[in-house]
């Protein structure tokens, strides 16, 4: 009878699935059919959770890699009582809270934002990596397990690669991850793609590996408990499964197993929609049904599960009360409070790289952010996040003690893990590499923005002045990219990014104070190789940078109404000062300088303060190491900006500022253009 009722779950979700995608004539009905039978004895029978308190910071987490059988996802929810039938109806409508690739919604039960492949099952083994830093400094008591749900398309994409590489060598044995092989993809059969070995491949990773019929109960029940069992490697399940498991022609014969199950609507395939719930027990004409022996079913898990977390939530009681100290620093990392930091007694050398102001910071907040984690991309010792590592140690098999992942040279894997950690809770992640390999994270960045997660991106060798390395590794278009998310805005109506290009090395510990202090985004650092000159300073040159705060701010006046504003970020505002020099001197012009980290932050401001730092009716001139485009909103109307608007060259960085016109007299020379 339990196994009976157990497939009758399963067939409960396989229609919920199929009719949500036959109401919007819209998604992918094949694979959240096939895949019913995973999610629906992981939910009912291990996943560890308590119904009535869906953040408790000790559950378990499922991260969903295939995001397009959200369906599947939305369907278990439903058996769970997470979504109403309503809402499952109104699949992918404007206002649902079932859209067409799940958005992270803990309260539901959505640990994860998914949609580009591959991001997902990386998300949930930075999680992974979170929990066991967490566990090394609090105990098992914290510890819990990491599920994910990855299919074909997952393994093929590139991440894949890095994030099990990462798993691997780190044992992560709190990680079971299902990898739903149905050997179909959404235009064509996977043996069309590939026949690589997966389970070999896996395996030389160091996985513990099975591979089981995927829409076996007892196979998968038995599968997951030897996965369980083991802790110290990640575990993978392949579970062979059929893609549209239960689907029927109109005939009443088996339509399984076929690609275009994988994205259409039944109604839209040979299939027939009327057929298949009737096979499956439901009613094609009201198919948004639970059924009555299952939603008893599902009450009864769902009464354990609540006692379960209950017992579990007693003994870590008693573990806070013989633990204060621990207990009460675990609650303030899980709520995201910082711990006090004065900021204005960093030490920072006269006249720096920006890069090397950064590592400065990271050195500082090395054991006073305890629940900081740093990565880099196989540049520590040139991203300079080595200032951090010397005060810590990497992370290592069984070992995560210290505070450091050595993520090799994997950026998107990289940037994709830090978000899980974020995902998960109690951690800062930080991770680092140079500036033109940005371009590889940019997926990453884009859901991390969309799910509003703080991570810290420290960016390197911010321009051509790379120079020698030459011109793959110069960013020119880069900065212009991060801008446009930072204009981009959230779901909360903020700015997706907090992209900082600080000027100086002192500007460069602001721009830090406000990554780290901010929670509604993830933030981007852009920092320079060479050595900038310190921008003027009336008396505390720390002070005076404090303004940044404000996303643009007044590094030197003049008397009265300027004749011209000069505008830049980062390395350029060093060579605006140099100018304005000659221009006051030798011209007679009042000019006025302003730095501007953050073009996204200074339009929050008040537009009094906007006007009174950038007025409207001064010609203002942009200087830029990118695109043009990447000052424009800045300047206005009334200006012009100098920017590059080609790739760079190999060369000494002070020859190319030459031949690119990034000097004093070039900022002099185009000042007296723009003035006439």
């Given at each position: 009878?339990?196994?009976?009722?157990?497939?009758?779950?399963?067939?409960?979700?396989?229609?919920?699935?199929?009719?949500?995608?036959?109401?919007?004539?819209s998604?992918?009905?094949?694979?959240?059919?096939?895949g019913?039978?995973?999610?629906?004895?992981?939910?009912?029978?291990?996943l560890?959770?308590?119904?009535?308190?869906?953040?408790?910071?000790?559950?378990?987490?499922?991260?969903?890699?295939?995001?397009?059988?959200?369906?599947?996802?939305?369907?278990?929810?439903a058996?769970?009582?997470?979504?109403?039938?309503?809402?499952?109806?109104n699949?992918?409508?404007w206002?649902?809270?079932?859209?067409?690739?799940?958005?992270?919604?803990?309260?539901?039960?959505?640990?994860?934002?998914?949609?580009?492949?591959?991001?997902?099952?990386?998300?949930?083994?930075?999680?992974?990596?979170?929990?066991?830093?967490?566990?090394?400094?609090?105990?098992?008591?914290?510890?819990?397990?990491?599920?994910?749900?990855?299919s074909?398309?997952g393994?093929?994409?590139?991440?894949?690669?890095?994030?099990?590489?990462?798993?691997?060598?780190?044992?992560?044995?709190?990680?079971?991850?299902?990898?739903?092989?149905?050997?179909?993809?959404?235009?064509?059969?996977?043996?069309?793609?590939?026949?690589?070995?997966?389970?070999?491949?896996?395996?030389?990773?160091?996985?513990?590996?099975?591979?089981?019929?995927?829409?076996?109960?007892?196979?998968?029940?038995?599968?997951i408990?030897?996965?369980?069992?083991?802790?110290?490697?990640?575990s993978?399940?392949?579970?062979?499964?059929?893609?549209g498991?239960?689907?029927?022609?109109?005939?009443?014969?088996?339509?399984?197993?076929?690609?275009?199950?994988?994205?259409?609507?039944?109604?839209?395939?040979?299939?027939?929609?009327?057929?298949?719930?009737?096979?499956?027990?439901?009613?094609?004409?009201?198919?948004?049904?639970?059924?009555?022996?299952v939603?008893?079913?599902?009450?009864?898990?769902?009464?354990?599960?609540?006692?379960?977390?209950?017992?579990?939530?007693?003994?870590?009681?008693?573990?806070?009360?013989?633990?204060?100290?621990?207990?009460?620093?675990?609650?303030?990392?899980?709520?995201?409070?910082?711990?006090?930091?004065?900021?204005?007694?960093?030490?920072?050398?006269?006249?720096?790289?920006?890069?090397?102001?950064?590592?400065?910071?990271?050195?500082?907040?090395?054991?006073?952010?305890?629940?900081?984690?740093?990565?880099?991309?196989?540049?520590?010792?040139?991203?300079?996040?080595?200032?951090?590592?010397?005060?810590?140690?990497?992370?290592?098999?069984?070992?995560?003690?210290?505070?450091?992942?050595?993520?090799?040279?994997?950026?998107?894997?990289?940037?994709?893990?830090?978000?899980?950690?974020?995902?998960?809770?109690?951690?800062?992640?930080?991770?680092?590499?140079?500036?033109?390999f940005?371009?590889?994270?940019?997926?990453?960045?884009?859901?991390?923005?969309?799910?509003?997660?703080?991570?810290?991106?420290?960016?390197?060798?911010?321009?051509?002045?790379?120079?020698?390395?030459?011109?793959?590794?110069?960013?020119?278009?880069?900065?212009?990219?991060?801008?446009?998310?930072?204009?981009?805005?959230?779901?909360?109506g903020?700015?997706?990014?907090?992209?900082?290009?600080?000027?100086?090395?002192?500007?460069?510990?602001?721009?830090?104070?406000?990554?780290?202090?901010?929670?509604?985004?993830?933030?981007?650092?852009?920092?320079?190789?060479?050595?900038?000159?310190?921008?003027?300073?009336?008396?505390?040159?720390?002070?005076?940078?404090?303004?940044?705060?404000?996303?643009?701010?007044?590094?030197?006046?003049?008397?009265?109404?300027?004749?011209?504003?000069?505008?830049?970020?980062?390395?350029e505002?060093?060579?605006?000062?140099?100018?304005?020099?000659?221009?006051?001197?030798?011209?007679?012009?009042k000019?006025?300088?302003?730095?501007?980290?953050?073009?996204?932050?200074f339009?929050?401001?008040?537009?009094?303060?906007?006007?009174?730092?950038?007025?409207?009716?001064?010609?203002?001139?942009?200087?830029?190491?990118?695109?043009?485009?990447?000052?424009r909103?800045?300047?206005?109307?009334?200006?012009?900006?100098?920017?590059?608007?080609?790739?760079?060259?190999?060369?000494?960085?002070?020859?190319?500022?030459e031949k690119?016109?990034?000097t004093?007299?070039?900022?002099?020379?185009?000042?007296?253009?723009?003035?006439?």
């Amino acid at each position: 009878m339990a196994n009976n009722l157990s497939l009758r779950a399963a067939d409960n979700i396989r229609i919920l699935s199929a009719a949500m995608v036959e109401k919007a004539q819209s998604g992918h009905p094949g694979g959240p059919m096939g895949g019913a039978d995973f999610t629906h004895i992981l939910y009912s029978e291990f996943l560890e959770y308590d119904p009535s308190d869906m953040h408790w910071p000790l559950r378990d987490r499922f991260f969903l890699d295939a995001g397009h059988m959200s369906a599947m996802l939305y369907g278990q929810q439903a058996l769970l009582g997470n979504f109403t039938l309503e809402e499952i109806s109104n699949f992918r409508q404007w206002g649902s809270p079932t859209p067409g690739h799940p958005e992270v919604d803990v309260e539901r039960g959505i640990e994860n934002t998914s949609g580009p492949l591959g991001l997902g099952h990386a998300f949930g083994i930075g999680a992974a990596i979170a929990e066991r830093f967490l566990a090394q400094r609090f105990g098992e008591e914290v510890a819990h397990k990491t599920y994910i749900y990855i299919s074909d398309g997952g393994v093929q994409e590139e991440i894949s690669q890095g994030a099990g590489r990462i798993a691997g060598f780190l044992g992560l044995g709190n990680i079971v991850m299902f990898y739903d092989a149905n050997d179909i993809q959404l235009s064509t059969e996977v043996d069309a793609v590939t026949n690589e070995d997966t389970a070999k491949k896996y395996e030389s990773w160091h996985w513990h590996v099975q591979t089981v019929v995927g829409n076996d109960h007892d196979a998968l029940r038995a599968a997951i408990k030897a996965a369980i069992a083991e802790t110290d490697r990640p575990s993978l399940i392949i579970g062979k499964t059929i893609m549209g498991k239960g689907v029927k022609k109109e005939d009443g014969s088996a339509f399984e197993g076929e690609v275009e199950l994988h994205g259409k609507p039944l109604g839209q395939s040979k299939a027939s929609f009327t057929k298949t719930i009737e096979g499956l027990g439901g009613d094609p004409n009201n198919p948004f049904q639970i059924f009555p022996d299952v939603a008893e079913y599902y009450a009864g898990i769902l009464d354990q599960k609540r006692k379960a977390a209950a017992e579990r939530k007693a003994k870590f009681a008693s573990w806070e009360q013989a633990n204060p100290a621990q207990a009460a620093k675990l609650s303030t990392w899980l709520s995201g409070k910082l711990p006090e930091i004065n900021w204005g007694e960093i030490a920072q050398k006269e006249n720096d790289a920006t890069r090397n102001a950064s590592g400065n910071v990271l050195a500082y907040l090395a054991g006073k952010v305890e629940n900081l984690i740093v990565a880099s991309a196989d540049l520590s010792n040139s991203d300079k996040t080595d200032s951090f590592l010397k005060k810590t140690t990497a992370f290592t098999k069984g070992d995560f003690s210290g505070s450091f992942l050595q993520a090799g040279v994997a950026e998107l894997t990289m940037a994709a893990l830090s978000i899980g950690m974020s995902l998960h809770g109690g951690v800062i992640p930080v991770c680092a590499t140079f500036f033109a390999f940005s371009d590889y994270m940019k997926p990453a960045i884009r859901v991390a923005a969309l799910m509003e997660k703080q991570v810290i991106f420290v960016w390197t060798h911010d321009a051509f002045r790379v120079g020698e390395d030459g011109p793959t590794h110069q960013p020119i278009e880069q900065e212009a990219q991060l801008r446009l998310l930072e204009q981009l805005k959230n779901h909360s109506g903020k700015n997706g990014v907090l992209a900082l290009r600080p000027a100086d090395s002192h500007e460069t510990t602001i721009c830090w104070k406000l990554a780290l202090e901010n929670q509604d985004s993830p933030s981007g650092l852009i920092l320079s190789r060479q050595n900038i000159n310190d921008l003027p300073a009336a008396s505390s040159r720390f002070a005076e940078a404090s303004q940044a705060e404000r996303g643009a701010y007044i590094v030197q006046n003049c008397a009265g109404t300027p004749d011209v504003i000069l505008v830049a970020n980062g390395s350029e505002v060093a060579t605006l000062v140099a100018g304005a020099k000659i221009l006051s001197e030798e011209k007679g012009l009042k000019v006025r300088i302003v730095s501007a980290p953050s073009e996204g932050l200074f339009r929050t401001q008040t537009v009094d303060y906007q006007e009174t730092v950038l007025p409207s009716n001064v010609p203002t001139f942009g200087l830029t190491a990118g695109l043009p485009v990447t000052l424009r909103g800045l300047v206005g109307t009334r200006g012009k900006v100098w920017g590059l608007s080609h790739f760079g060259y190999s060369a000494p960085y002070k020859v190319l500022d030459e031949k690119f016109g990034f000097t004093a007299d070039n900022v002099v020379a185009q000042v007296v253009s723009l003035l006439g």
